[in-house]
């Protein structure tokens, strides 16, 4: 198929004319590298997600980051209902000490997810991330959940030579997946 304009949803450069994305974006590398949290908010077919798509692709292959992009689009056909907006947004549950770091909700399904640092002069997060997640599952009812490892020592490398994904089996056996990034 031949490059053609885009007005519904992200474009890629391979099909769709288009600006450079990360144009929109000047200062977010700043705000990136001095840990500041950011809010994206512009009118609909801006150019938002298509921009915060190839940031997120050039912060992961420069290996300093792993970076995830999380949208909330699937909120916008609740727009005033906010136990409709609950049901398929990211939503952080307080269960026993400390708080699980996301929960996604849609329809009937739940996935709880552990997001763990591991950072230099720290050991290892695995063992306490396991245990953390297996007290969220437990108060959700859950038989599985996700843990992932973000390696910020300095000694690991790219990210993009280092993600891998296996399945564990927590301290109390529930199934874990378990990525490191």
Known sequence: ???HFNT??????????????LRRLPNLRELIDQAHYFVIHAPRQIGKTTALMAFASELTVAGR????LCSAEEGQAFRSDIDGVEEVLLDEYA????????????GGVKLAMELKV??????????????????YLEGLGLGEGWLVIFDQRTSAGRASGRTR??????PAGR?????RA
């Not at 519904?8 to 600006?19: I, S």
């Open 65 to 68: 980051h792993a970076a995830v």
């Open 8 to 21: 519904a949803g992200p474009c890629r450069p391979e099909d769709h004319y288009m600006l450079p994305p």
């Open 1 to 3: 198929m031949p490059r």
């Open 165 to 170: 994904r296996e399945e564990v089996v927590s």
């Open 118 to 135: 591991w950072r230099d002069g720290k050991g290892d997060p695995l063992k306490r991330g396991l245990e953390q997640l297996d007290r």
């Open 95 to 106: 269960i026993g000490r400390g708080r699980m770091d996301l929960c996604l909700r849609m």
């Open 175 to 179: 199934r874990v997946v378990l990525v």
